[in-house]
């Protein structure tokens, strides 16, 4: 399978404080990869090193072998960001804001049009869509985001925590809507705290503490290494958390 | 830079704003609603006031004795007057009085206008009888007093001069309208005493008088109502303008990074220029729409005020259009500055607490503006926002001059551009606009990788820094003499600058210059433009917009370098070979390269049209120009700098050599003459193309 992410290195200091120590991740083509880790492991930073929204201070990315330090605008291109805590327009409704983004994205107007009422179909949008975002609840905002990252069919989704602060039934809303976005071929990249979320979703999980990869594989064989009989306690185990 | 996302980022950075009723209640509500009604408000009330004081009758105390005639005047009109007979007078004052035993003070000097207020006599507030009558006034028994000294009637019987004093408390209306009524009063009866008198000894009418005077104000109501729009307009329109910019541009950053967007624009594929350019072009529209509703609001509240009796407060259209024109600047400004600031507020509240500096640092040097006597010169045309609103001062009483305003708008252009510059930095700084802290050290630090060429925004960086120092430093230096003010600016100011950006950019010096050496072609093209642009500049061109004789006069004053024993040399070294070296290095080197990734012909005009306006002067704006897209063509087509200077250097060398040399003037036929010969002019044209085709047909500029 092509290789849609490759990170090498990932290191990012904010003052004193060394938030990255070296991290190394790779997603391939129509795989998931979950990075766990507790707050302040270094998820977000790392997940926003790769989006290119921070820069590493060392370090480098590739996404569809386009190297996002001399090429950010191309790799950029090729990504899909999502985050439980962004969000949209305020006075703008879903549909200004998809196409807004549609646009900077460069997507052609009509496959753009295309492309929004196929979203506003498939995440169920049609009865909020021309509502100015700011008079949405949490889970239709949610919604809308994931529709913004999906919106010109990136190679690589980069979701962190998506499905914080949603409801049960919004919350699988989102996950059912990456799992579809898996089965078309996209490589996704997802932190979360969920434990379920991570067992359902990903082919291959990260532990991440203290800024560092602690043990990466499939879900057997993180059990198999850590001999928990569940991912919680294999998590627990991989951090350095007594049980 | 890419226009379409430009465009997407504005357009949706303007709907958003024109949805924010906080946005609109500033720049539609206030000057629609707010700003008409409280000016007419205070215009009302200040003339209902006035009304109310003339329908008032004053209550005036007499302290003394009134003759016949002047009872008349005071206690015999009851619409005007409450006389008050000895009200509030101590008994012990009053008997002194009556018993002479309060001399009365002796005769002050004539009140004179043009005296200083602190030189003016003051009175004596210890004297017993003054500090009686001031406190009957400050005890509000009475408005005014009026104490007729010991022997008033007396003296008026006996041909002397009787001595009164009027007392009044000038924080008062009512006492300041009291004081007038009286003084009128005592004026008129004095008036008719003379009379009298001159009458009784039989002579002439005047005879006392002596000389009348009448003071006529010549200003006409239009001079009138300008110098107060003058005054007013500017202050209010450039801090209502501000004020425009003030809340679009906290909601465009720290509201954005409040409520959690920033981060999805970041992560889209954009450049910084490119978001930063959509915001500050839709914040600076928001203003500028914000400076028109004030100017129309503002021109129709000055008609219906009445801030002068008698005179209508207009301004012609066009002033108003021209003052409009005159904010782009200083709104271009303010809003990129106040971009660059709101991106460090992490919310709304930070925003307004950390731009609330900034508005009161462009809103306070207004005040300047408002004195008596300030006037734009070429020392104030270089000061930010005080520059903009003494030229509309000045618009409005038609006393501009084209030169001055030329100056203004550059240096408010060059503030404006550096603004831009410092916001564009800020905006580089992902980690700022995500809420992270970023020193402002980091933003002033410019080091980059090895290698490379400049940008178009270093080097519009480079050009408007250079002249805000090149302006102040020159000042420094004005009474040193031409010599050390042309060595300085044009190596200190012009040269080192670029040389220092250069190196601390780590930049390729061959690359960022056009270091390299001219073919002998190259050479000879050069020689042969250098010897004939001038014949185009200053033979035609300066025919559309003849110089007036005070610029001929300071162009004279630098070729001859207020030194005529000079030798020729020297003055070839001074105002041909340093400014070649020193203004083709920065023009033609850094520039130049630094526009070259916008194509040959912005690059080519960019630097020539900043080298003519680095000329600072609106009637050698189109010969410059020509000049620098000459020396431009010459370089970019042979890779050199040089070349360029070689071009530089002769037509200086030329014109310096004319102007010291009446002989060399007289044998080309162009002395005593205001503009050059057509003969000459063809020839040189001839000569020019010559050289142009001489040059390498082939563009050989880098690739970008």
Known sequence: ?243 | MRWRILRTVYLKELREALRDRRTLFIMVGLPILLYPLALIGMSKLQESQEAAQSARVSKVAVWGTLPEGLEERVCGKPEKFECQRWQGAPAAIRAGLEQGKFPAPSRLPPDLDDIEPEKRPKPNLEDPVVKSAQQAILNRETDAVVILWTGFSSQVRGEGAAASTVLFDSVRPESVKARDRLSDQLRLYREDLRAKREQARGLPEGFARGVDIQAVNVAPAKRRSGMLIGVLLPYLLIAFSVMGAFYATIDMTAGEKERGTMQTLLCAPLEPLEIIGGKFMAAWSLTMISTLINIFSLAATFSRVKMIPGVEITGSSGSYVVALFLLLPITAMATALFLAIGAFAKDFKEGQSYLTPALMGLIMPLMLTMAPGMELNRYLAFVPVVNIALLIKQLFLAEWSADLLFIVLLSSFCYAALALVFATRVFERNNLLLGGKETLGSLLDFRRGVGGRPSPGLAIFLFAGSLVLLFYGSLLFENRGMATVLLVTEYGFLLLPAIVLAGVQRFDWRETFSLRMPSWRAIGAAVLIGISGWTVGAGLLIRLLPPPESLVKALEKILMIEDRTMPLWAAWLLVAVTPALCEELLFRGFIQSGFQRAGKWAAIGGAGFLFALAHASIYRLLPTLFLGVLFGYAVWQTRSVFTGAICHMLNNGLMVTVARSPETARELGISGTRYLPWGIIAAGVAVLLAGILLLPREESAPTT
């Open chain 1, 1 to 243: 399978m092509r290789e849609i992410l490759r990170a090498r290195g990932l290191r990012k200091s904010f003052g004193a404080v060394e938030a990255v120590r070296g991290v190394d991740i790779t997603v391939r083509e129509g795989e998931v990869v979950g990075l766990l880790g507790p707050n302040g492991a270094g998820k977000t930073t790392i997940l926003r090193m790769i989006a290119g929204i921070l820069a590493p201070d060392s370090g480098d990315v590739t996404i569809d072998s386009i190297a996002l330090a001399s090429d950010p605008l191309a790799a950029k291109q090729r990504i899909g960001f999502h985050s439980g805590d962004t969000q949209l327009y305020q006075r703008l409704t879903p549909r200004e804001a998809l196409l807004y983004f549609g646009r900077l994205y460069g997507m052609p107007e009509a496959a753009l049009l295309e492309a929004i009422e196929r979203l506003v179909a498939e995440l169920e949008m049609a009865g909020f869509a021309s509502r100015p975002c700011r008079t949405l609840s949490a889970g239709q905002k949610q919604r809308a985001n994931i529709a913004r990252a999906f919106l010109h069919k990136p190679d690589l989704l980069i979701l962190d925590e998506p499905t914080t602060a949603l409801d049960v039934v919004s919350g699988r809303f989102i996950v059912e809507a990456i799992r579809k976005e898996k089965s078309a071929g996209r490589a996704v990249l997802f932190s979360t705290h969920l434990m379920g979320e991570a067992e359902y979703l990903c082919d291959r999980i990260a532990l991440l503490h203290e800024g560092r990869i602690v043990d990466e594989g499939t879900l057997p064989e993180l059990l198999e290494r850590s001999g928990c009989t569940n991912l919680t306690d294999a998590f627990l185990k991989g951090i350095g958390y007594a049980a």
